[in-house]
């Protein structure tokens, strides 16, 4: 069974920490990886995608590596600020199960001023 | 274009009432996805369309479910005879071929 594993559920950091996100996978035939962001009740907002072809990918803040290889993936986030504070989830496209995305459950950052 | 749209925001209803949700995907979308949210976990996948052929399904959704992309533009999402463990957020996403997933804000449903 192809899963996604987002490790930890939960972190809590001071303003101005840099930090980490993981994210595992369990088949390295993957279409690509896409980090998403998700504030309470809400939708998601696309952060990063990342193709299959590619290493990494950079948004301001922002930096999502990719190895394939290993099944993992991990969103850094650079001098973290309050309004940081959300669920941030990765999904992949596995490449040999059809087009759907497949979810973590996410986790949980929560930025103290 | 302003997005993915879904409607309504909020729904709630009595057991064993019928449900129908609404997504207005990015247009030059050809892949518009259902996704199921419950409380402290990951989307679920449900279903999508590419154009208007339905061409996967969870078997999360059962018989009670059902979905339409008429002439490949809007979907919606029917639950027929609804129960308390249908209440979810129902996720619409769109996408042009494998590139970035947007997706819409949600519809609440709260089965009472």
């Known amino acids: 069974k192809q899963e996604v594993t987002q490790i930890p559920a939960a972190l809590s950091v001071p303003e101005g920490e840099n930090l980490v996100l993981n994210c595992s996978f369990t088949?390295?035939?993957?279409?690509?990886l896409q980090w998403f962001r998700q504030d309470p009740g809400k939708g998601l907002t696309s952060l990063l995608l990342i193709q299959s072809s590619q290493r990494e990918q950079t948004s301001g803040r922002l930096n999502a590596s990719l190895d394939k290889s290993s099944g993992r993936s991990t969103l850094y986030i650079a001098a973290s600020q309050p309004g940081d504070s959300a669920t941030y989830l990765c999904?992949?496209?596995?490449?040999?199960?059809?087009?759907?995305?497949?979810f973590g459950k996410g986790t949980s950052l929560l930025v103290t001023p | 274009d302003t997005g993915v749209s879904q409607n309504p925001r909020h729904k709630i209803t009595k057991r064993g009432q019928n449900v129908t949700f609404r997504c207005d995907p990015i247009?030059?979308?050809?892949?518009l996805y259902w996704y199921r949210q419950t409380l402290g976990q990951g989307p679920e996948f449900l279903t999508y369309?590419?154009?208007?052929?339905?061409?996967?399904k969870s078997r999360l959704l059962s018989d009670r479910f059902s979905a339409e992309r008429p002439k490949g533009s809007f979907s919606t999402l029917e639950i027929q005879r609804t129960e308390q463990g249908d209440s979810a957020m129902y996720l619409c996403a769109s996408i042009w071929g494998v590139s970035e997933a947007f997706f819409g804000q949600g519809t609440r449903l709260t089965v009472v």
């Open positions: 247009s030059e979308h050809n892949r």
């Open positions: 088949d390295s035939a993957i279409y690509n």
């Open positions: 369309f590419q154009n208007e052929a339905q061409l996967e």
């Open positions: 999904a992949v496209v596995f490449s040999n199960s059809g087009y759907a995305l497949n």
